[in-house]
């Protein structure tokens, strides 16, 4: 049996691939060519019907996106029914998360996905949310905060040997967070990031040039942090010998800039897809084939990596402080989306509070202020497309931690484990999450842990109610 005979049943240019990949599974388990033919037609008159799985699970996703099209206005319709997707960790995720899951999974643009164990409740794709799509990007489905990230450096110094008032002096003088804080302009640095010529290339970028030139160096609000910790190292790795060392550890983005361009592109893809259905407006998306979508991509991935660029000031600012090199240094972005190869095609995939996890890539997953965080290698896992949790995932939304805790109660709870907190909201308390170590044992086959952070002194915007 060959393609001649499938192209005769209307199957557009990709279907027809799959197609006669799937009549060839046919014809081997001893199918005569008029059995597959008929059991084609019937693939081709009802899609979902082999969506669930099976030799013709692809080649009825794929007619089904092409029926999708076909409806109405151009990529206004959704799939009937989800595509398939994985999930860790499901009895950690709430239903609210895989409902925006299920959502990402019928966009006709869609080709894989899957859903981490620190999944809750998003903007359009839920944090925790892995979507790969073909040829499109999805503004929400990278996030308000482009490029947000982790970055831990490692100190050739022993836990014990940095004072509690030291590690708080200097947290205090060389970090800045909050909604519109920077450093004052004599104490700014300036990086590289700032002078590349990409900003001139769209004038939305150059008017936010400024903005981006005088928050450099610094954090937003919410769950950035900067902190003082022990790395652990069981065994030698990283380039280092078994045993302790101080550490900073921090989360933080590409702040104002990020979130501004995040808001241009969104509202924009929303308005070129004005008939998507209400469930999904958050996930419109750009074409990379259109000008809107260049320009979203290269916007995209300045904001990428001016994110980076803070991180390495924070750090470069700390370790200059502390009079010491860097012994070992590793950074991951969680926000953002990537081309990647996936089941031998490029596709788009987006990773909203998701960790990259390549076979060997090294990353970072927190818990909370008063919870270890960890240095792990990825596994490489297909299902998973090469993605972790991005740290433990709130359990209680910002409303709810704020009127359920007890401050004195988050405080003791703080004492306990030996944590000196500044700043930082009550939204922000350990109670609000998962518990981390719940959240990596549902991922053992994702990633191996390599060593483990404990923090010891954070520094986070105040937020709405003090601790």
Same mark, same amino acid.
């Given at each position: 049996m060959?393609?001649?005979?499938?192209?005769?049943l209307?199957?557009?240019?990709k279907?027809?691939g799959?197609?006669v990949?799937a009549?060839?599974?046919?014809?081997?388990?001893?199918?005569?060519?008029g059995?597959?033919?008929?059991?084609l037609?019937?693939?081709?008159?009802?899609?979902?019907?082999?969506?669930?799985?099976?030799?013709?699970?692809?080649?009825?996703?794929?007619?089904?996106?092409?029926?999708?099209?076909?409806?109405?206005?151009?990529?206004a319709?959704?799939?009937?029914?989800?595509?398939?997707?994985?999930?860790?960790?499901?009895?950690?995720?709430?239903?609210?998360?895989?409902?925006?899951?299920?959502?990402?999974?019928?966009?006709?643009?869609?080709?894989?996905?899957?859903l981490?164990p620190?999944?809750?409740?998003g903007?359009?794709?839920?944090?925790?949310?892995?979507?790969?799509?073909?040829?499109?990007?999805?503004?929400?489905?990278?996030?308000?905060?482009?490029?947000?990230?982790?970055?831990?450096?490692?100190?050739?110094?022993?836990?014990?040997?940095l004072?509690?008032?030291?590690?708080?002096?200097l947290?205090?003088?060389h970090?800045r967070?909050?909604?519109?804080?920077?450093?004052?302009k004599?104490?700014?640095?300036d990086?590289?990031?700032?002078?590349?010529?990409?900003?001139?290339?769209?004038?939305?970028?150059?008017h936010?040039?400024?903005?981006?030139?005088?928050?450099?160096?610094?954090?937003?609000?919410?769950?950035h942090?900067?902190?003082f910790?022990?790395?652990?190292?069981?065994?030698?790795?990283?380039?280092?010998?078994a $045993?302790?060392y101080l =550490? %900073?550890l /921090?989360? +933080?983005?590409?702040? &104002?800039?990020?979130?501004?361009?995040?808001?241009?592109? *969104?509202?924009?893809?929303e308005?070129?897809?004005?008939?998507?259905?209400?469930?999904?407006k958050?996930l419109?998306?750009?074409?990379?084939?259109?000008?809107?979508?260049?320009?979203y991509?290269?916007?995209?991935?300045l904001?990428?990596r001016?994110a980076?660029?803070n991180?390495?000031?924070?750090?470069?600012?700390?370790?200059?402080?502390?009079?010491?090199?860097?012994?070992?240094?590793?950074?991951n972005s969680?926000?953002?989306?990537?081309?990647?190869t996936?089941?031998?095609?490029?596709?788009?995939?987006?990773?909203?509070g998701?960790?990259?996890?390549a076979?060997?890539?090294?990353?970072?997953?927190?818990?909370?202020?008063?919870?270890?965080?960890?240095?792990?290698?990825?596994? $490489?896992?297909?299902? =998973? %497309?090469? /993605?972790? +949790?991005?740290g433990? &995932?709130?359990?209680?939304?910002?409303?709810?931690?704020? *009127?359920?805790?007890?401050?004195?109660e988050?405080?003791?709870?703080?004492?306990?484990h030996?944590?000196t907190?500044i700043?930082?909201?009550?939204?922000?308390a350990?109670?609000?999450?998962?518990?981390?170590?719940?959240?990596?044992a549902?991922?053992?086959?994702?990633v191996?842990v390599?060593?483990?952070?404990?923090?010891?002194?954070?520094r986070m915007d105040?937020?709405?109610?003090?601790?």
């Open positions: 060959n393609g001649k005979h499938i192209t005769k209307g199957f557009g240019r279907a027809i799959l197609a990949a009549a060839g599974a046919r014809e081997g388990a001893g199918l005569e060519r059995e597959i033919l008929s059991e037609r019937a693939v081709q008159a009802d899609p979902t019907a082999y969506l669930a799985g099976g030799v013709y699970a692809a080649l009825a996703a794929e007619l089904g996106v092409q029926n999708a099209v076909n409806e109405g206005e151009k990529g319709a959704l799939l009937s029914v989800p595509l398939p997707y994985s999930m860790w960790g499901a009895d950690l995720i709430e239903p609210g998360a895989r409902a925006q899951m299920d959502v990402a999974m019928r966009l006709p643009i869609t080709r894989a996905g899957a981490m620190d999944a809750h409740v903007y359009g794709l839920p944090i925790g949310g892995v979507l790969a799509t073909e040829n499109a990007v999805i503004p929400y489905g990278v996030g308000v905060d482009i490029g947000c990230s982790m970055r831990l450096s490692v100190f050739p110094i022993q836990p014990a040997a004072k509690l008032e030291e590690a708080t002096t947290l205090l003088k970090t967070f909050g909604a519109g804080v920077a450093f004052e004599r104490e700014r640095d990086h590289a990031v700032l002078h590349e010529g990409t900003w001139d290339d769209q004038p939305l970028l150059g936010l040039l400024g903005k981006a030139a005088a928050q450099i160096g610094s954090s937003g609000s919410g769950n942090f900067a902190e910790g022990t790395l652990t190292l069981a065994q030698a790795d990283l380039g280092l010998e $045993g302790q =550490a %900073l /921090s989360h +933080s983005g590409s702040r &104002g800039f990020g979130a501004q361009v995040a808001g241009h592109f *969104s509202n924009l893809a308005r070129l897809h004005p008939n998507l259905e209400l469930s999904a958050k419109a998306w750009l074409s990379l084939d259109s000008e809107e979508g260049e320009v991509w290269q916007a995209m991935n904001a990428g001016y980076t660029a991180h390495e000031l924070i750090h470069a600012r700390l370790a200059r402080a502390l009079g010491v090199n860097v012994l070992a240094s590793i950074h969680h926000n953002l989306a990537w081309k990647q996936v089941n031998g095609q490029e596709l788009i995939v987006h990773r909203k998701a960790t990259p996890a076979a060997g890539q090294l990353g970072l997953i927190p818990g909370s202020m008063a919870d270890p965080g960890f240095v792990v290698r990825g596994r $490489g896992h297909a299902d =998973a %497309l090469s /993605s972790a +949790s991005h433990a &995932g709130r359990q209680l939304g910002r409303k709810a931690a704020a *009127s359920k805790l007890v401050k004195k988050v405080a003791a709870s703080l004492k306990e030996g944590v907190l700043g930082g909201g009550i939204d922000e350990p109670q609000a999450y998962k518990r981390i170590e719940d959240v990596i549902r991922q053992t086959d994702l191996d390599v060593a483990q952070f404990t923090p010891r002194v954070v105040s937020g709405s109610q003090d601790i």
